[in-house]
């Protein structure tokens, strides 16, 4: 690498310059705002064709569809970077109500399409998906075809998709608020620092445990201060998720996720039968990193913690350079990607107060551009968590000339391309240790992902499961919430931890999403399914990086057992494929008790 020193803030100037004040993107949206306008009345005007021959009405429809598609995404990111930069941007604030405005009514015309499409007769939709203009198109019109038929009336749609503006979305704006607004006073060398909860959550991987412990405790009074106000945010945002579905006569609170995420309810379920039957060897890891800790149970704040005082801290350029070095071992296309995402400023990781907490990573359609959200504090966990983003952003990049109903893929296949870019990183990391003491530690580092995929993530999937169950009853206090949570963490840990986290569905932000329901499987998926890859690709070597593109390439037009069937010749719903994914984490366990004898 040339280059020695990278700047760690982001440039959006060059997608919109100016910022929430950005003379460009009012443009933009202008430009959007017409556009739509000009989709809604083709919509209007569409006909359901008849015959196969009046396919060029169809064509005309998914080309302005493919503008607007892109714009909407486009302007959705920017205001995304806009708000998690600083969360006391209030102009970011009016530009994401005028974009969800313009959401709603491009989700209306979307609804509308689709239930046209869903009114051509079978013999002749088979026959307009064989055209040369349609046929690379027919996942994902006949996924549209067949969720309009499990819809309600386009009026009704259209009330719900208004509605949503200032019902469910709102809620979910205003959990961001609150939090944004949240600080704790935590004291480093003799000083009081006000750190926003993003910046004190990070010092639970803090190396004295006195310093994890304080700010635990002063996240959990923060949380509690704020419970009732994230009480409502919850209870709202599922409350209007599951009247839609009672009115749509959806009697399953995961056919959503399921359907959004393109597998079955026997993928999910046998992934999770096969992580439990493996979780004893987990349970030992927790129990030797607990004595290594000189305790008799670890308590939650203490899973994160490094099992050594001298805490390595990588600074950002090393970061960069390692994760660079490592993604060209397997192929030099992620290489040269990361590599530029680093010299263009595509990743804002500066360690200041007034950001969002968090990280992640978020697509430009039309610029052909990706921009990385993160902290950077200089831990192994950065690093980490810096590669994984980069993951998102490669398959993005692969996906920029794919046809853009081609590209939504969902998030469980997302996951599987940020956790394999993750795992090389990680892997490589453990392999470079220059002594059994630093090995030892970077292998407790890729120990924990594994705990936090099958346990923690684990536990987010049951408590969200049983809160749904009673909020169908109605509304659920905030002290049933924090009983559920408990619940949920101890029978996902098999009880193996001392001090739980009862707050966790205030403070985990995927809780309170409205894109997606159940923000809590699909890493857990990607996790093991990216091992699956991984695995391929030590096999295969260098020689593996074009397969793998091809792969990416699909994840948005096929369901992921066709993907899996297709790429790698394994049937998802059967548990060989999970189990000899999970053999592979517990061969990292049993290596780390053997070291840690």
Known sequence: MTKTSYDLTWDLDIIFEGGSDSEAFKQYLHTLNENLNELSSKVDNFRSPKTAQEVEPLVDVIKHLETVTKQMRESGAFISCLSAQNVDDKKAGLLRAQVSQLGARFSTSMTQMDQKLAEVQEDVWEELLTSSQLNSLEYVLNEKRKRANENLPLEQEAIINDLSIDGYHAWGQMYNTIVGKMSVEVEENGETHNLSVGQASNKLSAADRNVRQTVFHKLQNAWTDQQDLFGETINHLSGFRLQTYKHRGWDHVLKEPLDINRMSEKTLDTMWSSITKYKGTFVKYLERKAHLLGLEKLNWYDVGAPITNDEKTVTYDEGAKFIVDQFNQFGPKMASFAEMAFEKRWIEAEDRSGKRPGGFCTSFPDSKQTRIFMTYSGTA???????????????????????????????????????????????AAVKNAETDQERLSLLEDKVNRSVAFFMNIHARFLFETRFYDERKEGLVSVERLNTLMEEAQKEAFCDALGEYDPHMWASKLHFHITGVPFYNFPYTFGYLFSLGIYAKALEEGSDFEEKYIDLLKDTGSMRVEDLAKKHLNVDLEQPEFWENAIKLCVADVEEFLRLSE
């Open 381 to 427: 966990s950065n690093v980490a968590t810096l590669a994984h983003e980069l993951g998102h952003a490669f398959h993005q990049h692969v996906m920029d000339d794919v046809h853009p109903l081609n590209q939504r893929y969902a998030m469980n296949v997302a996951e599987t391309a940020s956790t394999f870019a993750e795992m090389i990183v990680a892997d």
